[in-house]
């Protein structure tokens, strides 16, 4: 089992940055690959970006491709998504997740999630 706890969401506005933490706890963190995905009202859950176990790899949404930075401390169990260039439509519940395997865009194929980090962002 692997818990995660996402935090660091907030309002800002348009434009802004925020920095999304995602602490794990459990089995050891640096076996999984992660994922940051996030879910608008009234809109399906959604990748955002993900990074390999290493931190070697990562790879991103093209909505948030050059907004965004993922990255991990392995040593601290954590995950980061740095989020620059905010816009209201990037308004959402933002969550992180955990496979044991290579990033993938698809949400089904991640086991553990974690509660999520409302993000919203005022134009």
């Known amino acids: 089992q692997v818990q995660l706890v996402e935090s660091g969401g907030g309002l800002v506005q348009a434009g802004g940055s925020l920095r999304l933490s995602c602490a794990a706890s459990?089995?050891?963190?640096?076996?999984?690959?992660m994922g940051w995905f996030r879910q608008a009202p009234g809109k399906e859950r959604e990748f955002v970006g993900g990074?390999?176990?290493?931190?070697?790899?990562?790879n991103y949404a093209d909505s948030v491709k050059g907004r965004f930075t993922i990255s991990r401390d392995n040593a601290k169990n954590t995950v980061y998504l740095q989020m620059n260039s905010l816009k209201a439509e990037d308004t959402a519940v933002y969550y992180c997740?955990?496979?044991?395997?290579?990033?993938?865009?698809?949400?089904?194929?991640?086991?553990?999630w974690g509660q999520g980090t409302q993000v919203t962002v005022s134009s």
């Open positions: 997740a955990a496979r044991f395997g290579k990033v993938t865009s698809i949400r089904n194929e991640y086991a553990y």
């Open positions: 459990g089995r050891t963190f640096s076996n999984y690959d």
């Open positions: 990074i390999s176990w290493s931190g070697a790899n990562t």
